[in-house]
């Protein structure tokens, strides 16, 4: 009987096996887990476990997803030209440069998809979003990463580990799960000591919420640049996380290998519809930033003043919080208090951080909420 070995030194005979034997590798790559969004006993939980945007969406987008109920029969637009003009005019770009994925996770995976073959590998920070090395791994790449000092990326880490088989360096700033950010002076550093072989990508899944002027999303750089590729959600700022969308602006010849390998309908006709919609509702837009900007700061301190240490600045819509030794309490041990009062954050022991848990800004009655369990929590210890 063949045995499915995770060891890349234990040949296996595939062909002989009494069974279809995956790739090699496939099986050791972790399950991505989603935050929680159920409790036992608690009907409605609140979600902050997600980063997903408290204030619903758009309207206009609902109303436009509406609509959609009269086209099901239909397949969408492969191409999702109405979403490609609206975002060619609202950033000032090519059309033919974006490249649509069932959300920006999609996109992650055409990349890869599109530069790894076995050998190669991509390299990230140490706390490097989840869905990144998926891919990678899935294409037969390894994964090198970087330390992250401080819980914030650094340039010269990142570039400590690039080596002449990596095709790609994957950056989410700001970073999810650390809510960190980098300056652009620091990504344009990145990019200027980067080979022009490998593929700096920038995930700016969280940049509208990123409000300091020395940030940037990094559009300007792939403008002008063979090997910058920027990509963006509709499930944050938006709050379309359930309709999946989101897109890369890749150079010409990048976006051209990636729409070989996309699947033709990936991008729903809702979710085409709805995208179009939320892009020109900006005062939705507006009222999801101020809610962060009004929130983000209380949090930060109240958590604080608990006795938590908060990873800060973040530039996003959540928080990294530390449980020190010295609180005498374990974030396990509140992430299960948190729940039995109805409010789901994120454990984020995957991610190597096992004393953190990770936590999204809500609506003010979540907040207090939030801050009122905790209070409670470290008082019982
Ligand atoms: C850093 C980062 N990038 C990308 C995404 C994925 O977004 P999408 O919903 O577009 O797949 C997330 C989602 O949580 C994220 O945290």
Redesign the pocket.
């Known amino acids: 009987m063949s045995q499915v070995s995770s060891d890349p030194g234990v040949a296996i005979d595939r062909a002989a096996a009494d069974r279809p034997i995956p790739k090699p590798g496939l099986l050791d790559i972790h399950p991505y887990v989603p935050g929680k969004a159920k409790v036992e006993g608690v009907a409605e939980p609140v979600k902050l476990s ?2 997903e945007n408290p204030l619903g969406s758009s309207p206009k987008a609902q109303a436009a997803y509406a609509e959609a109920a009269a086209k099901l029969n239909l397949y969408p637009d492969p191409k999702a030209m109405i979403v490609r003009a609206a975002i060619a005019e609202r950033f000032g770009l090519e059309p033919e440069r974006l490249v649509f ?1 069932c ?4 996109v ?1 995976q055409i990349l890869n998809q599109t530069f790894l073959e076995p050998g190669d590998n991509m390299v990230q920070g140490e706390f490097g ?1 989840a ?1 990144f090395a998926i891919g990678a791994k899935a294409a037969g790449g390894e994964i090198k990463y970087a330390k992250e000092p401080g819980f914030r990326i650094d340039v010269d880490e990142l570039l400590a580990q690039v080596d002449e088989r990596t095709r790609l360096v994957f950056l ?1 700033n700001p ?2 799960p650390t809510g960190t950010w980098i300056p652009f002076s620091e990504v344009r550093r990145l990019h200027e000591a980067l080979p022009a072989s490998v593929v700096l990508v920038l ?1 700016g ?2 940049g509208e919420f990123a409000l300091d002027p020395g940030f940037s999303d990094g559009l300007e750089l792939a403008r002008g640049s063979v090997n910058v590729v920027v ?1 963006h ?4 700022l938006h709050g379309l ?1 359930g309709l ?3 897109w890369a602006y890749a150079p010409a010849q990048i976006a051209e290998a990636m729409e070989r390998i996309r699947l033709p309908f990936n991008t729903a006709i809702p979710a085409q519809l709805a995208a179009v919609a939320a892009l020109a509702d900006e005062d939705f837009q507006r009222a999801s930033i101020e809610l962060v900007e009004q929130w983000r700061p209380w949090l930060t301190q109240q958590l604080g003043g608990l006795g938590l240490e908060v990873v800060s600045p973040s530039a996003t819509n959540f928080l990294l919080v530390g449980f020190p030794k010295t609180a005498g309490r374990t974030a396990p041990e509140a992430e299960a208090f948190l729940a039995s009062r109805g409010l789901l954050v994120r454990g984020v022991k995957l991610y190597g951080l096992p004393d953190h848990l990770r936590v999204t800004i809500g609506l003010e009655a979540h907040n207090r909420a939030l801050i009122e369990a905790l209070a409670d929590f470290m008082r019982a210890s």
């Open positions: 997600a980063n994925g959300g920006s996770d999609e992650f979003f869905a989410a970073g999810n995930d899944a969280y990509t959600t509709f499930s944050k996380a999946r969308i989101g």
